[in-house]
């Protein structure tokens, strides 16, 4: 079965930099889509950032453009996100996805499966 596990969350002051990753098995990881999602608290979930089967295709929330990057290791089957210059209201709790279409589409829709969550804090 598909297992998403990510890790590297943590507490960091504004300004500072953090690397998500996201370790994926029981698939065949660079058959799938691959995004990541926040949750802040009392808010609904939302995307933050997609990437194609390959990683040569890429696609970001408005809020987080230029300052987050997202990019996969189709060897390692782990996916990573790293945050720069960061707001305390990038605060969330964040969420690998994959999504099974080897299509392309610059969206946030599609994500079937869904990991456990890893708690960024930001304080100002």
């Known amino acids: 079965q598909v297992q998403l596990v990510e890790s590297g969350g943590g507490s960091v002051q504004a300004g500072g930099s953090l690397r998500l990753s996201c370790a994926a098995s029981?698939?065949?990881?660079?058959?799938?889509?691959m995004g990541w999602f926040r949750q802040a608290l009392g808010k609904e979930r939302e995307g933050v950032a997609v990437i194609s089967t390959g990683g040569g295709n890429t696609y970001y929330a408005d809020s987080v453009k230029g300052r987050f990057t997202i990019s996969r290791d189709n060897v390692k089957n782990t996916l990573y996100l790293n945050m720069n210059s960061l707001k305390p209201e990038d605060t969330a709790i964040y969420y690998c996805?994959?999504?099974?279409?080897?299509?392309?589409?610059?969206?946030?829709?599609?994500?079937?499966?869904w990991g456990q969550g890893t708690q960024v804090t930001v304080s100002s």
């Open positions: 029981g698939y065949t990881y660079s058959h799938y889509g």
């Open positions: 996805a994959a999504r099974p279409n080897p299509l392309w589409y610059a969206s946030f829709s599609g994500f079937g499966y």
